[in-house]
């Protein structure tokens, strides 16, 4: 079974950087790719993925009998995580960011007071600053590792 289960496609932005606007996941029976509404459904799925992976079954009506909701080709770049990253903590929104020689994707996320973190220093630094954050989330719940693009 392989530990990766995450692909992406690539959008255009203003800056000419590509977004992620697709969410999915593989099965670990079927390894057939199902796609995710959401990326907050995404993150869950992706968080808890090695204790409780995905199953086609964990889809309204969906089985491993039925055909993959999207299959794998040069029509996207797809980027595979490793599982086990945090969700998002509430309020901050986790941004992956393809660079423009695609190379690799650049992760951050934005703070609730629109405060942009690129590193696990900067959210040290931001949680140290803004106290009333510190109650509830800690650096463990933020993870910079980049998908790996395939």
Same mark, same amino acid.
């Given at each position: ?6 692909? $992406?496609?690539?959008?255009?932005? /203003?800056?000419?950087?590509?977004? +992620? ?5 593989? %099965?670990?029976? %079927?390894?057939? *790719?199902r796609? /995710? #509404?959401?990326? !907050? !459904?995404? =993150?869950? /799925?992706?968080?808890?993925?090695? !204790? ?5 079954? @964990? @889809?309204?009506?969906?089985?491993c009998?039925? #055909?993959?909701?999207? =299959?794998?080709?040069?029509?996207? &770049? *797809? ?6 990253? #945090? $969700? ?6 986790? &941004? ?15 703070? #609730?007071?629109? @405060? ?10 931001f949680?140290? @600053? ?6 509830? /989330? ?11 693009? +395939?």
């Open positions: 079974m392989k530990k990766s289960h995450q692909s $992406k496609r690539k959008r255009q932005s /203003i800056s000419g950087n590509a977004l +992620v606007d697709l969410w999915s996941v593989q %099965c670990a029976e %079927c390894f057939k *790719w796609l /995710i #509404p959401t990326e !907050e !459904e995404f =993150e869950e /799925i992706r968080s808890k993925f090695s !204790e409780d992976p995905f199953f086609c079954s @964990k @889809k309204p009506g969906v089985s009998d039925d #055909p993959a909701d999207i =299959e794998r080709d040069e029509t996207r &770049t *797809w980027a595979i995580h490793k599982p086990g990253i #945090p $969700k998002t903590p509430s309020g901050f929104k986790r &941004t992956l960011v393809m660079r423009r020689d695609l190379s690799k994707m650049d992760c951050y996320y934005d703070a #609730p007071n629109g @405060k942009k973190l690129r590193a696990l220093t900067d959210v040290s630094k949680l140290d @600053k803004f106290a009333e954050f510190k109650k509830n /989330i800690s650096p463990a719940d933020f993870s910079f590792t980049s998908p790996k693009l +395939v």
